[in-house]
C-alpha cells in the first residue's frame, strides 16, 4: 500500500527536551512538507522540502529543524527552543511543489510538559 | 485581509439537505484550489481539486470564481457520514499551499 506514515502517535515530552517526529512515504513524490495544527487554527506550514538534501523553512520554522537525507524520509526535530510545542503534527507529500495536491500523514499529537 | 477565509460554522443540516461553503482567497495570482475534508483529530484527506471550469464527483460540486477570488463547495443530498471540517486550500504562488481555518459541517439524522 502507498502512503505516509508518521510515527508514534502520542508522544509525551517534558519541557526542555529535543524531540524527533519520524515521517516516511513511498509514493515516490519528490516534496515533503511538516505542518503544525493547533485547536481551532488552520494549517501553519513549519518546513519544506522539494529534494533530497534540500529544504526551505516555512511560517514558522523557529525551534524546528528538519533533514531530508532520503526521498522517503522527512523527519522533524523539536528542540527545546520551541516555545508552544504542544500540537499535532502533520506530514505531508506532493509530487513536486506549489501547485500539487499534497496528502497527508495520520500526524504525531505531541504533548509536552 | 487573511490569505483564505472560511465561515467556521457549525453549518448544521438535517440528512438528504443540500449545503454549500464558500471561501474567499486574496492572492489573484493563485492557480490551483483545493476542498479538503478533516475528520476530528484526524489528518485532512483531499475530497477534490477545483478546475477553471468547476467540477463535479457524485454528490460533491466545487465552482471556481476568479473575479470575485472564491471557491465554492455544494454538498447534495447530505449524509450522516458527511459531518466533518471542510478546508479550503489555495496555492500562494509557486511556493507552497495555503489552508483555511476549515468550516465545520454537522449533519443530523
Known sequence: DGGIT???????????????????????????????QDPGQGLRLIYYSQI???????????????????KESFPLTVTSAQKNPTAFYLCASSMGQGAYEQYFGPGTRLTVT | RKEVEQDPGPFNVP??????FNCTYSNSASQSF???RQDCRKEPKLLMSVYS???????????????????????????????ATYLCVVNAGFQKLVFGTGTRLLVSP
Open chain 2, 53 to 83: 471550469s468547476g467540477n463535479e464527483d457524485g454528490r460533491f460540486t466545487a465552482q471556481l470564481n476568479r473575479a470575485s477570488q472564491y471557491i465554492s463547495l455544494l454538498i447534495r443530498d447530505s449524509k450522516l457520514s458527511d459531518s
Open chain 1, 52 to 70: 533530497v538534501n534540500d529544504f526551505q523553512k516555512g511560517d514558522i520554522a523557529e525551534g524546528y529543524s528538519v533533514s531530508r537525507e532520503k
Open chain 2, 15 to 20: 440528512e438528504g439537505a443540500t449545503v454549500a
Open chain 1, 6 to 36: 508518521q510515527s508514534p502517535k502520542y508522544l509525551f515530552r517534558k519541557e526542555g527536551q529535543n524531540v524527533t517526529l519520524s515521517c516516511e512515504q513511498n509514493l515516490n513524490h519528490d516534496a515533503m512538507y511538516w505542518y503544525r
Open chain 2, 34 to 36: 483545493f476542498w479538503y
